[in-house]
């Protein structure tokens, strides 16, 4: 599989943004899909995760009523819908896909293939 993430950027707190995952090569309709971040010396954190048919979703609390992810299977794209930018939602964002499964996966050791990665900054 290979993931090609994008739609990050330079943006102020209380802007949307919208990241866009592309898979190639296979189809995402099975799988679960997940959106992590991270900050230089930090571990990678997963932001929002579904399961395979999006019935089981987790969310960091820090983005909970602010952040939701989608996907169009017609596209084979899954997106991260992000609201109310804050600063301290700067960091490199990551889309990731697994093997399908009845629940969210929230660790990045669970997960099989990744994007590249885009940076969304966020100034005060």
């Known amino acids: 599989v290979q993931l090609q993430a994008s739609g990050g950027g330079l943006v102020q707190a209380g802007d949307s943004l919208r990241l866009s995952c592309a898979a190639s090569g296979h189809t995402l309709l099975f799988d679960n899909m997940g959106w992590f971040r991270q900050t230089p010396g930090k571990e990678r954190e997963c932001v929002v995760a579904?399961?395979?048919?999006?019935?089981?979703?987790y969310l960091l609390d820090s983005v909970k009523g602010r952040f939701t992810m989608s996907r169009d299977n017609a596209k084979n794209t899954v997106y991260l819908q992000m609201n109310s930018l804050k600063p301290a939602d700067t960091a490199v964002y990551y889309c990731?896909?697994?093997?399908?499964?009845?629940?969210?996966?929230?660790?990045?050791?669970?997960?099989?293939?990744w994007g590249q990665g885009t940076l969304v900054t966020v100034s005060s």
């Open positions: 990731a896909v697994t093997r399908g499964s009845n629940i969210a996966r929230v660790h990045a050791s669970d997960y099989d293939s």
């Open positions: 579904n399961n395979w048919n999006d019935t089981r979703t």
